[in-house]
């Protein structure tokens, strides 16, 4: 039996683990750099506690979540895992819907109610967060977070590393690029260029 941890002892750890919960798959325990001991009735290790698996054959049983929602520190931690030969895992909630010709990368949670529209594809790591509905054909680059209540249209591109904040609305077709940050409740009718931080209905960039 595969055993996952959880990296994050933290609020996004508890929907993951709830996340797995639902689906019958109980983690062995969250990984934290900041602290040990027990989280949610599970055992909290620091990363050193698993280094002396780097490089074995035993690493093949020992899967992760990164539960981080600051998305370059997620990036990091997974980078980090896979070049350990830890392999990543989707937390996918039953209540969501992904449909299947939909593609999701490693490493992504989709929380609950959530859809993942028809041929849709996301990269590794993306949160794709409670009610949150990507549409058809959408593309999300990876370590992307869609907060909760986000809506992308049809065809909307979504570049890596963006933040998209809880209840924006992407209209279809929309492409935005790297690194950018769309404000809560934001309604974006334009393409975004990259690093942006756009904010408002319709958005507009915060210079």
């Given at each position: ?42 055992p909290v290790v620091s ?32 980078n980090q895992l896979i ?125």
């Amino acid at each position: 039996m595969k055993n996952i941890y959880i990296y994050g002892a933290s609020g996004h750890g508890k929907v993951v683990l709830y996340t797995f919960a639902a689906n019958k798959i109980p983690p062995a325990g969250f990984i934290d750099d900041e602290a040990t001991g027990v989280f949610c009735d599970l055992p909290v290790v620091s990363p050193a506690d698993l280094m002396p698996k780097a490089d074995s054959q035993s690493n093949l049983d020992q899967h992760f979540h990164i539960a981080i929602g600051n998305n370059q520190v997620r990036e990091m931690k997974f980078n980090q895992l896979i070049a350990l030969g830890f392999v990543p895992e989707n937390a996918i909630h039953p209540s969501a819907v992904v449909y299947p010709s939909a593609s999701l990368g490693s490493g992504c949670l989709v929380a609950a109610t959530a859809v993942v529209g028809p041929s849709a594809t996301i990269g590794n790591a993306c949160i794709i967060n409670h009610g949150a509905i990507v549409d058809h054909d959408c593309v999300i680059g990876s370590f992307t977070h869609c907060a909760p209540n986000v809506t992308l249209g049809g065809g909307v591109r979504i570049g890596k590393s963006c933040l998209i904040g809880a209840g924006a609305v992407i209209l279809p077709g929309i492409t935005i690029g790297d690194g950018v940050t769309v404000g809560a409740g934001a309604v974006v009718t334009k393409n975004i260029s990259d690093n942006q931080v756009q904010v408002g209905s319709p958005a507009r960039n915060l210079a």
